[in-house]
């Protein structure tokens, strides 16, 4: 079974609307992260945001908010006031183990491109 | 964040050769990860890099082809040997500064003819 789903292999959104990108894991660990990267057309893997199995509010940073439901085992991205530096493939991780300090392996989605039409 | 450089950023290669990768981290770290990723697939991870013991491979990944090395607690190098077109990746690697990040290097683009 997939740990990670991504089920939007592409989407298309106007300049300066918002935008969700949809995420759904699979797992029996009680602990357990839940990553966000940007990949734009030159390779770089982005880290945009974090979100702890425990953390009892959806992560924010800047323009990008996480939509945390833990009974749905969902995780969306959502990115307010999208740009054109938004375009850009879209990619849902996920790190499973009770280490505080990390130091475990990313299981990723297989993304979502994302298109911002000026 | 972290600082992580990688060289070469890309190489073009001929079938049979290998090329190794190097991946240096601007502070010490315990564990380096390298991953791979085929054209328009996702990553996968090949293997973890611990300093001071053997790199613990996934399935599918295996030490004569990749083998990894990790010398200190801030460089590691990847080596794809005896390369083919199906190696053509780029070629990741990344690092932990807490548990609620996992930073990348830039990434090295490599293609097999």
């Known amino acids: 079974a997939q740990k990670i789903t991504q089920t939007q292999p592409g989407m298309f959104v106007q300049e300066k609307e918002a935008v969700t990108l949809d995420c759904t894991y699979d797992?029996?660990?009680?602990?357990?992260?839940l990553f966000w990267y940007k990949q734009p057309s030159s390779g770089e893997m982005i880290f945009l945001i974090y979100q702890g199995s425990y953390d009892e509010q959806n992560a924010t940073e800047g323009r990008y908010s996480l939509n945390f439901q833990k009974a749905r085992k969902s995780a969306n991205l959502v990115i307010s006031a999208s740009q054109l530096g938004d375009s850009a493939m879209y990619f849902c991780a996920m790190r499973e183990g009770r280490s505080n300090f990390g130091n475990e392996k990313l299981t990723f989605g297989t993304g979502t491109r994302l298109t911002i039409i000026p | 964040s972290a600082v992580i450089s990688q060289k070469p950023s890309r190489d073009i290669c001929q079938r049979g050769t290998s090329l190794t990768i190097q991946c240096q981290v601007d502070s010490q770290v315990t564990m380096m990860f390298w991953y791979r990723q085929q054209p328009g697939q996702s990553l996968t991870l090949i293997a973890t890099a611990n300093q001071g013991s053997e790199a613990t491979y996934e399935s599918g990944f295996v030490i004569d082809k990749f083998p990894i090395s990790r010398p200190n607690l801030t460089f590691s190098t990847l080596t794809v040997s005896n390369m083919s077109p199906e190696d053509s990746s780029i070629y990741l690697c990344s690092v932990d500064r807490a548990r609620e990040t996992q930073y990348f290097g830039p990434g090295t683009r490599l293609l097999v003819l």
């Open positions: 797992t029996s660990d009680q602990s357990y992260g």
